[in-house]
């Protein structure tokens, strides 16, 4: 992915956030707290370095959950309109992962790694995408 400036935001525009710098990677997650938290049939987080992400207006709320896996995940909303904006896996120092639907501009997006595909809803087939891994160890 392209060193590149990206902005975002939440959906009632409290919360705005800049992201500096190259994303590590676009993944695609088919865990049931990615499906819980998306509403969806997976989540999709842009990771990126903390030191990368700038909240530029609004707080974040944050609450901790446990992942698929058992460690902790730290997860920050915004606190007037409840959309996700990142969490952070506190087993992974110094990352962030950004919900990138949050994103001003999605039309780059391109998903590099899928995880937790045993747990994948069974009308989704995986023909083509990215590399994926079953579960995490």
């Given amino acids: 992915m392209a060193d590149t400036t990206r902005e975002g935001g939440c959906q009632c525009g409290a919360v705005r956030y800049r992201i500096q710098g190259e994303a590590l990677a676009l993944a695609i997650c088919h865990c049931t707290e990615c499906q819980r938290q998306s509403g969806s049939a997976f989540g999709m987080s842009l990771i990126t370095r903390k030191q990368d992400f700038t909240l530029l207006r609004g707080e974040l709320k944050r609450f901790t959950r446990s992942s698929d896996s058992g460690r902790p995940v730290i997860c920050a909303f915004c606190p007037e309109c409840g959309t996700r904006i990142h969490h952070e896996p506190a087993y992974l120092e110094g990352v962030v992962n950004v919900k990138p639907g949050t994103l001003d501009d999605t039309s780059w997006l391109k998903p590099t ?25």
Wanted: no cysteine; glycine share 12%; net charge neutral.
């Fill in 113 to 137: 790694i899928q995880g937790w595909t045993a747990s994948k809803q069974p009308w989704l087939e995986l023909q083509n995408g990215p590399p994926g891994f079953e579960r995490q160890s």
